[in-house]
């Protein structure tokens, strides 16, 4: 798979744990605790603590993206509704899997392109934005599925569907 362009192609391995370690330990950047081979946001148990980078906050340093979905132009009219769409993914995502996070959210050659740490989270924005705009996503897996890329099929070069009637009154029920 093509990598956007100016990030280094390299081994996603880098960035997994090959063994559970002895302890806890804990992410100096974000705080994320991994305790008994899971990552997860809170204090650490009281046990032999030791610090570093999670992979996730690795990746981010590196600029590393393990997802990449990059936003037909017509897209960017709805810019606010799709910013708060992918952020609510995120809040989501990152509560179940302290390491499926944002890394960045750019315009760039006149596309909203969004990169994540995860393949989980860019997958899950991409149906996200497909079910709601009614355009089909066009997703892309490296050979070994540690890497993901979304793109929009030409079609949806044109302005993304409002929604319908009813969606709008299904929204304005309490």
């Known amino acids: ?13 880098v960035y997994a744990l090959l063994a559970k370690r002895a302890g806890a330990f804990v992410c100096d950047d974000c705080g994320v605790v991994q305790y008994a081979g899971k ?24 600029r590393y993206p393990a997802g990449t979905i990059r936003l037909p132009r017509a897209f960017l009219e709805r810019r606010e509704e799709i910013l708060h769409m992918i952020h ?16 960045e959210v750019k315009e ?24 709601r705009f009614h355009q089909k996503a066009r997703i892309r897996y490296a050979a070994d599925e540690s890497l993901i890329r979304v793109d929009w099929e030409e079609s949806a070069e044109r302005r993304p569907a409002k929604p319908s009637r009813s969606a709008r009154r299904r929204g304005d029920r309490p």
């Open 108 to 131: 760039s050659g006149g596309r909203l392109v969004i990169t994540t740490t995860g393949t989980h989270i860019a997958r899950q924005i991409a149906h996200r934005l497909a079910r």
């Open 1 to 13: 798979m093509d990598r956007p362009r100016g990030v280094q192609s390299r081994h996603p391995a």
């Open 88 to 103: 609510n993914v995120e809040r989501a995502r990152k509560a179940e899997n302290p390491l499926e996070r944002l890394m």
């Open 39 to 62: 990552w997860r946001w809170g204090a650490p148990p009281r046990v032999e603590i030791q610090t570093g980078r999670c992979p996730a906050c690795q990746r981010i340093r590196e």
